[in-house]
């Protein structure tokens, strides 16, 4: 059993003289009898105490509790109680002040040497755990702080990202807006070349040539930068649903009469409209965007005289559309990725296009909260079909 260095506090003499000559026979070193409170903690600031043995009942101001908890407070070291009374009330007392052990007066010697082990392993176990504690603490101070600054750079990546994105899309909107005046005074002067050269003019035949193949570049140039323009503002999430009433037969006659106008393969436009009421309610450009999009693709891309039949149904607040054509279908590796932004499929041949068509239909779908579906066999045809709910 290991010695210790012990501060006796209790304020019957006897009782203390006892006690020493108890424990000094088991090799401790007794360091003081205080018989007061203030008396054991005036000594214990002159000498170091491994433990002290405490009476509850005391004399003076503080009794064994108070001057416990000063104790434990100023010196972190096992105190064992020496008690008479063995009542609910003390025992209660004696627990909140979370002492090491407890010895009933009279004790046995077994008994008290029983009991100052059990306060030292007590106050061994709890300093360990408290230890333990304190690394755990600071491993979660750490981790804390860790990840704060990885959030923190996180954060600044982020807005970094945002920034880069908002320069990119404000670069994208000056650039093809600051082409489009051009293009516009190009498009027209084309258009008076035209006009002159249906006058009588020796090179009459080349001028028109000419000014034709200006006139479609240009009209490329611009659906291309209506494209990027379109991008630049769904990029932003600023395609917003605006409804609004329409007449029917206007807007898709509309839509028919610019696909018709670009068709320079004979393909032939049927139509079929089936239970569709006098106007709807929609937004119109959106729906101008899917329509003119498919119908021009289901033209684009059918072989010479093919046939597309374009057929419009409403049932129950829903709109399904279906374009149809017999033309050079979509091979089955490519069409999943039939929807991403500059996709053309490698049967296209010299059929020009810039791939964001579809692309475009796509997000107008999603805007208006439909759906698209695609059936295509390369060689035979393609059907796009399209629900739009209406209201
Ligand atoms: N009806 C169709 N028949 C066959 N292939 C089609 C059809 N519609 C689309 N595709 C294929 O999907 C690709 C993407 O179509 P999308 O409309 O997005 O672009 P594009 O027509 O090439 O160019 P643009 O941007 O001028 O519309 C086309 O290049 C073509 O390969
Ligand atoms: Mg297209």
Redesign the pocket.
């Known amino acids: 059993m290991l010695a210790l260095k012990i501060l006796i506090v209790e304020d019957d003499n006897v009782s203390a003289l006892l006690l020493k000559k108890a424990l000094e026979k088991n090799h401790h070193e007794i360091m003081g009898i205080a018989a007061t409170g203030e008396e054991a903690l005036d000594i214990m600031e002159e000498v170091s105490v491994e433990l002290v043995m405490m009476d509850i009942n005391l004399g003076g101001e503080l009794d064994g509790i108070k001057t416990t908890e000063i104790i434990n407070e100023k010196f972190d070291i096992p105190v064992v109680y020496l008690t008479a009374s063995s009542d609910e009330e003390t025992l209660q007392k004696i627990a909140g002040t979370n002492p090491s052990a407890y010895v009933i007066k009279p004790f046995n010697i077994r008994e008290l040497n029983m009991m100052i082990e059990l306060a030292i392993f007590k106050d061994k176990k709890e300093k360990e755990l408290q230890k333990l504690n304190n690394e755990l603490e600071e491993k979660v101070r750490q981790r804390t702080a860790d990840l704060n600054e990885a959030n923190k750079g996180l954060k600044k990546a982020l807005e970094k990202e945002r920034e880069i994105g908002e320069l990119k899309s404000k670069i994208v909107q000056n650039v093809s807006h600051g082409f489009k005046t051009p293009l516009t005074s190009i498009l027209s002067s084309a258009q008076l070349l035209q006009i002159y050269s249906e006058k009588d003019h020796p090179m009459k035949g080349k001028l028109m040539k000419h000014s034709r193949k200006i006139e479609n570049s240009v009209r490329n140039l611009n659906?291309?930068l209506t494209?990027v323009l379109f991008f630049g503002k769904a990029d932003a999430n600023k395609i917003d649903y605006k409804p609004s009433r329409f007449f029917t037969a206007a807007f898709f006659n509309e839509v028919i009469d610019v696909v018709k106008a670009n068709n320079d393969k004979d393909v032939t436009l049927e139509t079929s409209f089936q239970d569709v009421p006098k106007t709807l309610k929609s937004d119109t450009d959106l729906l101008y965007q899917v329509f003119e999009?498919?119908l021009?693709?289901?033209v684009?891309?059918s072989k010479n005289k093919g046939k597309v039949l374009f057929s419009v149904a409403v049932k129950d607040d829903m709109m399904i559309a279906k374009?149809e054509?017999d033309?050079?279908?979509?091979p089955e590796k490519?069409q999943s990725q039939?929807?991403d932004r500059f996709?053309?499929?490698k049967?296209?041949g010299i059929?020009?296009?810039?791939?964001?068509?579809?692309?475009?239909?796509k997000k107008c779908i999603e805007v208006l909260k439909g759906e698209i579906t695609v059936e295509?066999k390369a060689g035979k045809?393609?059907t796009?079909t399209v629900n739009i709910p209406i209201n």
Do not use: M, P, Q
């Not at 033309?327 to 979509?330: N, R």
């Open positions: 659906n291309l494209s999009n498919l021009s693709n289901a684009k891309y374009i054509d033309g050079i279908g979509i490519e039939l929807f996709f053309r499929a049967n296209v059929t020009e296009g810039s791939g964001l068509g579809l692309s475009i239909v295509s045809g393609s796009f």
